[in-house]
């Protein structure tokens, strides 16, 4: 998964393992052509992003999140 470096990203994710960041254009094309050559390590990020995901940020999570978020108010 290659995406912009962002708070919300990198608190989800794992930089270098189940996620690629970048800051700007010149390091998302440099990332994007190294993960395009390295099959194996693009499709192991991309399995551990995914199990992430479907384990941790279901429906369900985010209702407890906006419940908590109300109860806060």
């Known amino acids: 998964m290659l995406a912009p470096r962002t708070i919300e990203h990198m608190e989800m994710f794992e930089e270098g393992k189940e996620i ?11 990332k994007a052509i ?24 279901t429906y369900i999570d985010r209702m407890r999140q906006l419940i908590a978020s109300l109860e806060l108010e």
């Open 34 to 57: 190294y993960y395009v050559k390295n099959d194996k390590e693009r499709e192991a990020m991309l399995g551990l992003a995914h199990q992430k995901v479907i384990s941790r940020h």
């Open 20 to 30: 690629a960041l970048y800051d700007n254009l010149k390091e998302m094309r440099e």
